[in-house]
Nanobody, 125 residues
Framework: QVQLVESGGGLVQAGGSLRLSCAVS????????MGWFRQAPGKEREFVAA????????YYADSVKGRFTISRDNAKHTLDLQMNSLKPEDTAVYYC??????????????????WGKGTLVTVSS
């Protein structure tokens, strides 16, 4: 089994930065492609960014492109999300997710089988 634990959320002013981290434990080398998703109050969960196992391919939602950067360190079993130029509309619970079962390429949110419990990011105006 793989477990995911997010950290790094908090309160930040608009225009500021935060770095989220996701620690992977358990059968770490089976974790596969990973990603970040978020859910704002009263809204459905949405895709933010994803990365394949090797880190050679990254994907971003249009709303965060150019502001957020996803990265991973397979030796340290971590997934990060650097968030710059934050906006109030970025306020949400951010979830780390993984495909698992050695599925190394990202395809769709529906294929993400393993989820963390989330970390809250609040951006004040």
């Amino acid at each position: 089994q793989v477990q995911l634990v997010e950290s790094g959320g908090g309160l930040v002013q608009a225009g500021g930065s935060l770095r989220l981290s996701c620690a992977v434990s358990g059968r770490t080398y089976s974790v596969g492609a990973m990603g970040w998703f978020r859910q704002a109050p009263g809204k459905e969960r949405e895709f933010v960014a994803a990365i394949n196992w090797s880190g050679s391919r990254t994907y971003y939602a249009d709303s965060v492109k150019g502001r957020f950067t996803i990265s991973r360190d397979n030796a340290k079993h971590t997934l990060d999300l650097q968030m710059n130029s934050l906006k109030p509309e970025d306020t949400a619970v951010y979830y780390c997710a993984a495909r698992g079962n050695y599925n190394n390429e990202y395809s769709d949110e529906r294929d993400m089988r393993i989820w963390g419990k989330g970390t809250l990011v609040t951006v004040s105006s």
